[in-house]
């Protein structure tokens, strides 16, 4: 038995339930005079972050530090890292150390798989971001956010997102973030649109469980949610787009095109938003839009998966899965 | 919540040889007794919050606060409390799904916290519903209601209300199913079986 989160389709349906309805309940805590509790105490864990990302660290670091655990937190900047220290040397490291998890950012997509499965360390690892392959604990606290605001916060709890219509929009190619979503959300049932402008859409798409569109314009007024992506300008290394306004008027996000939209119909966005480029001022500040949200509901998210995975003696999801299973 | 838990039990072990030791209506006459003797301990219940351990000890908190409702005339605050968070045992087993907290909106501070639990056995429970609470307020006192004490305590508690006092062996199971949960009331005792623990 594994006990790693490294990829959203690993997750089965019953698993990614449990998830958000333990997140829904760690949720009270924050509501709490007292925002702690002893689950994890006396277990280390350590935030490896080989690449920069204020946000998901300190999500990460608040949802430790709630569950009593003992935080490390390690930069590769300024650290042996820079002085041309191995992925491997780094975590038998942290082995001697005796670490029970390792939360890891890394910009070389599969680091996080490698370091759960080449032996080389015992802990659980977690995926925080991986190049642009995952970032599964991101997809989980997206459809915790839908599931409360589509279907509810209690009448969510048990509840997938079945016939529920999401369309993602920009950058899918750089972004693990789309492909994080896709996983998840086709396992909890939702039907996934992708809107991107060709040069920014994955080679091999066609394998994923979703649709794929050039034109946002058609696909507003059957979606439920409309999450946008970030335009990843450092990873981009080629003209994927003539220009910044260009991009803005196909596949910005304004008012115009928000009040197209069902009225139910909610605004996302993983952060951070480049305001006027993919998202209007506008409909960054609007009610429908989610995006402080979803950074209160991913502490409650990663508390969940910590618990989930770091709480008893094994862990209650993502099973290892042998190739043949998957 | 306990290895009392039926969840725990293997299917046959609940059957075969388990004998009810209370019905439905003594079930109701002890839960009468205990709104009685909470309002006369509390002189009238005013400050009284009834808090269920889930699972079956919040339907005995909601029964218990309909029973003093009709005493006293008054609306008798009732919530949950999961401990499942504060057990100590939680590295000897797989993670549980977490139950639901529910603290009535007025909170706990200064309140007579009267615990509701359906079975006292080795009074862990009741040790990691006490950190519970510690977190979640302070309470001007708290007191525990079980409907059943089967003894064998592990640490210093002792319940202030008590449905039944029923001596058993650590060899025996006592399984408590209640209507709004297992589509009837009783209180069962039956024999462990050895291959299970």
């Given amino acids: ?326 | 919540m306990d290895t009392h838990d039926p969840q725990h039990l293997p299917q046959d072990a609940q059957s075969s040889d388990a004998r009810p030791v209370l019905e439905g209506p003594d079930i109701a006459r002890v839960l009468t007794r205990i709104a009685h003797e909470i309002v006369e301990r509390a002189k009238g219940a005013d400050d009284v919050v009834l808090l269920g351990i889930p699972t079956r000890g919040v339907f005995l908190a909601q029964r218990l606060a309909a029973k003093l409702a009709e005493i006293t005339d008054r609306k008798i605050p009732v919530g949950s409390l999961d401990i499942t968070m504060y057990r100590d045992d939680l590295r000897m087993h797989p993670p549980r799904a977490l139950a639901r907290t529910e603290i009535p909106g007025d909170g706990i501070d200064g309140r007579l916290v009267v615990l509701v639990d359906d079975v006292l056995f080795s009074g862990r429970t009741i040790r990691a519903a006490l950190d519970a609470l510690n977190d979640i307020g302070r309470p001007r006192a708290v007191q525990l209601a079980v409907l059943v004490d089967r003894g064998h305590r592990e640490l210093p508690i002792r319940a202030d209300y008590v449905g039944k006092n029923l001596p058993t062996s650590l060899r025996e199971t006592v399984k408590v199913q209640l209507a709004e949960e297992d589509g009837r009331d009783t209180v069962l005792l039956g024999a462990k079986r050895t291959a299970q623990q």
């Avoid at chain 1, 260009?246 to 605004?267: F, K, N, Q, T, W």
Wanted: proline letters at 4%.
């Fill in chain 1, 1 to 326: 038995m594994q006990r790693h989160l490294i990829s959203a389709a690993d997750l089965t349906r019953d698993d990614a339930v449990l998830i958000l309805d333990t997140a829904e309940e760690m949720a009270r805590v924050a509501d709490r005079p007292i925002k702690k509790l002893p689950t994890l105490r006396g277990r280390t864990i350590v935030n490896l972050f080989f690449e920069d990302s204020t946000r998901t660290r300190i999500s990460f670091e608040a949802a430790e530090k709630r569950l009593s655990a003992d935080v490390i937190n390690f930069t590769a900047k300024g650290s042996s890292v820079s002085k041309g220290e191995s992925l491997k040397d780094t975590a038998q490291t942290l082995e001697a150390m005796g670490v029970d998890a390792v939360v890891i950012r890394h910009g070389a997509s599969g680091a996080p798989y490698r370091l759960a499965t080449s032996g080389w360390i015992d802990a659980a690892v977690i995926n925080a971001g991986d190049g642009t392959h995952q970032h599964p604990t991101q997809a989980l606290l997206d459809a915790f956010t839908m599931r409360r605001r589509l279907v509810g916060r209690d009448a969510g709890l048990g509840q997938d997102l079945s016939g529920r219509r999401i369309t993602i929009v920009g950058d899918v190619l750089h972004s693990r973030v789309a492909r994080s979503n896709v996983d998840l959300l086709h396992t909890l049932g939702a039907e996934v649109t992708l809107v991107a402008p060709p040069t920014l859409v994955p080679v091999g798409v066609e394998t994923w469980p979703c649709e794929v569109s050039y034109d946002l314009d058609s696909t507003l007024a059957k979606s439920d949610a409309v999450m946008m992506l970030r335009v990843q300008r450092e990873r981009m290394n080629a003209a994927f787009f003539p220009t910044e306004r260009e991009y803005s008027r196909r596949y910005g996000l304004d008012g115009d095109r928000m009040a197209r939209m069902p009225e139910h119909a909610i605004v996302m966005h993983p952060g951070p938003m480049v305001r006027g480029m993919e998202i209007t001022a506008e409909v960054a500040d609007s009610d429908r839009c989610t995006v402080v949200e979803q950074v209160a509901n991913g502490v409650s998210i990663r508390m969940a998966v910590l618990y989930l995975l770091l709480g008893g003696n094994e862990p209650a999801v993502a099973h290892a899965r042998t190739p043949e299973e998957k």
